[in-house]
């Protein structure tokens, strides 16, 4: 599938001789070279480059009380001192990397246990699949946010903990577009055929099906970090983040919010490197799913559409 | 992926499959009827299920609740134990436990927070008012805003107008919560400007409509967060609406275009965009949990922070399936009005 291809969604009708083996190398590619794209790996590429370079850079030790509590910015400490006197750049340099490894681990679980849900509740249909969208109906009856604070008040606020929440959050909504898009696949004759060789279903899903769902797959990737970050970084502010020593973008920004009058960049600048992140993912996102899907639309919004008039043989 | 919805060959028959897909020759007369049927059964299922996960997980798992409250404090004497847990009937089986509580549920006998001896919905009736004082008013708002700003990017696509409002909209949905609070207290109640009042804590006994001006920024906040989902929708509607064949069809045959865009189009767009709107009232039901922390307004958002806080478990309890029935029934309510408002829909195939 190619961009002079519209309308052509991944799920929808790609010929299968078109299915390249790494289709979604190709797709993230020209997202790239789009300037929606290029702008949000920008943001994205910068905001890792400081989570993961900061520690190595940070001036001082993030913990060290420094300077003055809520100290103005001065040559040695160029974005001045956090509600305790602790130099604010230091800790921003330092803040970022356990964040954002959680989230990337919470939007990989997501994305695999939703996954494997909505394939699996699509290919084997009946039961499976009666059992897999009802599982999914009761905890999309939860806002996300809620469900992560209530597992967190039932067995205590630990981090493996937060990002097993979050990403189990992600997987009903994944599950749901999944299903939706294996839907069709899972009938196509290549699946037949492997079907009458012999392969286990478990192997039919993974060699058959799911490399012609690579594009949904990305999207939903991009958008489950998105809110993982969202998520995360809300959770951290709440005060169920890293145990108050450890730096934190999340809980900086609550920290040091009562000196704001005093002190605004201990505030601004997590506040603004949290934003370029979320920015940069989401704007990435939409590149991606403009030049996979060809629409001009968000797959979302696509999906609500289509919702509605499920019978008209499609909107788009 | 419109199509391999379209192509969905199997109705599931149940919350998230779509109305029309359950042909039914003998009875199909009300369709809306039908639906609201199936989609409450599920709905209360849902609850019901929603229900003994939210007890069992708070009530079961971590020891028990006269452990966490009485753990808090100090190291708890057997005999302390043993009152307490009488008290919360913590005693009886989990089965006779779930029914009381469940009871307790429909006959407001909720029982008392651990924290400060208040019974339960005393202690949350006064939040869930405010609560949703701030929800509606934000919901309202974001509403009117949005469908107004997509609309108006839809018939000017591809202009200006639609160029910056689409860049704009990317950007701001992108954006937590607590960035878009902690933006504004810089920007009117701290450091740029001192014009609205950053904390909005409400005098004890008061309403959220006694002080407006307290609810200004947390609904700022919260149309700001919200406006671009809405916005983005009701123009893909609006757009798909504006390119149909009816409205070529009225072009072609000379009806103006302001009653092309109001009679024709609109309300043919109505129907995704109340989905839409339904969905953001979802969203809000998570929003304000942290926008009131931010403020410090006092509804079940920082309600349930507090509880989660301290471990306060009836509070965590009845606040979490309070909001898991608002989603559920807005879900419902929401379907329907999107199916009034579709009217090829209500026409029983």
Redesign the interface.
Known sequence: MTVADP?A?????PPVDRIRRHQWLATAGQAVRTP?GATGLGLVSFVVAVAVIGPFVAPDPPDALLTYPFGKPSGQFLLGGDFLGRDVLSRVLDGGWLLLLMAVTATVIGIGAGAAAGLSAAYL?GRT??VI??T???I???????FA????????PKLWLIVLAVGLTHAPAVA?VLR??S???S?RDYVKVAELQGMRPAAVMAKEILPSLST?LMVEAGLRL?YS??IM??LA????GQPPPAPNW?TM??EN?AG??LN?WA??IP?VV??LF??G???LT?AIGRVA?G?????E???????????????? | ??????????P?G???S?P??RPRPGRAAHPVLDLLGQRAA?GVF??F??SV??FL??EV??GNAANAVLGRTAAASPAALHRLEAALHLNRGVADQYWLWLSGLFTGNLGHSLVNGQPVWGYVEPRLIDSAVLMGVSGVIGAVAGVALGAFAALRKDGWFDHITSVTA??V???????VA??L??LFS??VTHLLPGVSLLPPGTYAWNAPQLLILPVATLVIVIVPYIQ??AR??M??ALESDYVEMARLKGVPMWRIVLVHALPNAT??TI??IGLNF??L??GV??VE?VFAFPGIGQG??N???N?D?PV?QFI?VL??AF??FMNIVTDVI?LLA?PR?RIP?
Do not use: C, K, W
């Open positions: 309308g969604a991944a799920a929808a009708q929606r249909r699949d009666g969208m009802r999914v109906d009761v999309l009856a939860f806002p996300q946010l809620v604070l209530l597992l967190l008040s039932i067995l205590g749901r939706s898009a839907l069709d696949i009938e949904p998105t970050i969202i970084a809300g502010f709440l005060g169920f999340g920004i609550n919010r704001l009058a605004p505030v601004i506040a949290i934003a979320t920015i993912t989401n704007i939409d899907l629409v001009d639309r968000r797959p919004e696509a999906a609500l559409v289509d919702d509605l008039a499920p019978a008209e043989g499609g909107v788009a | 992926m419109a199509s391999a919805r379209a192509a969905r060959p199997e599931s149940a919350a998230g779509p029309t897909a599920v849902t609850l299920v929603v996960l939210v997980a708070t798992l971590p990317l950007a949905t992108a954006l937590p919560e607590f960035v902690i933006g207290v810089i701290t450091v983005r929708m893909a509607a757009i798909e129907a995704p989905q839409v979802l969203y039901a998570g949990v942290i922390y349930l922070v509880a989660v806080d471990r478990i965590i979490v909001l898991a989603y559920v999107a579709t829909h195939r």
